[in-house]
C-alpha cells in the first residue's frame, strides 16, 4: 500500500536553531516529491519538487533532498515566520498514464523568538 | 496571476443538506483536483478532472459528486451532509493533464452543524 510517514509530528525550536523534517514513503511508480508549507486555515503553498535520488533544491533557508526512500526538509536558522506545518506528497503513477497525490500528516513547526 | 480561487471561504450547513464549492484553477492550468483536510491531518485525496471528466477517485461515497466546465472551472457537490463531512475543501490545479506540481486554493471551510 502506498504510504507517506512525515516526522516529527511537532518541533519546537528556538530562533536560529537548525533542524531537519523527515517523510519516508513507499509508494509504486513514484513521479515526484513535493514539499508544501501550510500556515492555519490557509491551503499549502507549494515550495519544492524532487524528482530523482540525489536531487536537491534550495529556497532561502530551506533545502529539500532526496533519496530512493526518503525526503528531508532542513531549516537553517530559522526565524518565527518559519512557524508552520510542513507538509509531504508523493506523486505516483495511478492507472495507466495518471497520477495520484498523497499526502503525509504534515509537521507542525515553532520556532520561538 | 490570480492563482487558484475558491469560493467561499466559509460556510455553515445543517446535517442532511447539500453544498457546493466552486474552485478556479491557475492561469494555463488544465486540471482540477479536490481534498478533504480534516483538523491536524493532511489533505486526502477526493477527486481529479480533467477535459471535463472525473479521471481518478479516492475512496468517498457517491455522495461527493462534482463537474469541470470548458473554461477548466470546477465545482465540488456534497450532499446529504453529515457531521463528519465538517473540514477545509481545498482545490488544487495543475496543468499538462495532472502532470507539473498541483497549486492550491485558500480553501472552503465547511461546518457542518
Known amino acids: 500500500e502506498d504510504q507517506v510517514t512525515q516526522s516529527p509530528e511537532a518541533l519546537r525550536l528556538q530562533e536560529g536553531e537548525s533542524s531537519s523534517l523527515n517523510c519516508s514513503y513507499t509508494?509504486?511508480?513514484?513521479?515526484?516529491l513535493f514539499w508544501y508549507r501550510q500556515d492555519p486555515g490557509k491551503g499549502p503553498e507549494f515550495l519544492f519538487t524532487?524528482?530523482?535520488?540525489?536531487e536537491e533544491k534550495e529556497k532561502e533557508r530551506l533545502k529539500a533532498t532526496l533519496t530512493k526512500k526518503e525526503s528531508f526538509l532542513h531549516i537553517t536558522a530559522p526565524k518565527p515566520e518559519d512557524s508552520a506545518t510542513y507538509l509531504c506528497?508523493?506523486?505516483?503513477?495511478w492507472g495507466s498514464g495518471t497520477y495520484k497525490y498523497i499526502f503525509g500528516t504534515g509537521t507542525r513547526l515553532k520556532v520561538l523568538a | 496571476d490570480a492563482g487558484v480561487t475558491q469560493s467561499p471561504t466559509h460556510l455553515i450547513k445543517t446535517r442532511g443538506q447539500q453544498v457546493t464549492l466552486r474552485c478556479s484553477p491557475k492561469?494555463?492550468?488544465?486540471?482540477v483536483s479536490w481534498y478533504q483536510q480534516a483538523l491536524g491531518q493532511g489533505p486526502q485525496f477526493i477527486f481529479q478532472?480533467?477535459?471535463?471528466?472525473?479521471?481518478q477517485r479516492g475512496n468517498f461515497p457517491d455522495r461527493f459528486s462534482g463537474h469541470q466546465f470548458p473554461n477548466y472551472s470546477s465545482e465540488l457537490n456534497v450532499n446529504a451532509l453529515l457531521l463528519g463531512d465538517s473540514a477545509l475543501y481545498l482545490c488544487?490545479?495543475?496543468?499538462?493533464?495532472?502532470?507539473?506540481?498541483?497549486?492550491f486554493g485558500q480553501g472552503t471551510r465547511l461546518t457542518v452543524v
Open positions: 506528497a508523493v506523486q505516483a503513477r
Open positions: 509508494v509504486s511508480g513514484l513521479r515526484g
Open positions: 524532487l524528482y530523482s535520488a540525489g
Open positions: 492561469s494555463g492550468h488544465d486540471t
Open positions: 478532472y480533467y477535459e471535463e471528466e472525473e479521471r
Open positions: 488544487a490545479s495543475s496543468g499538462t493533464g495532472g502532470n507539473t506540481e498541483a497549486f
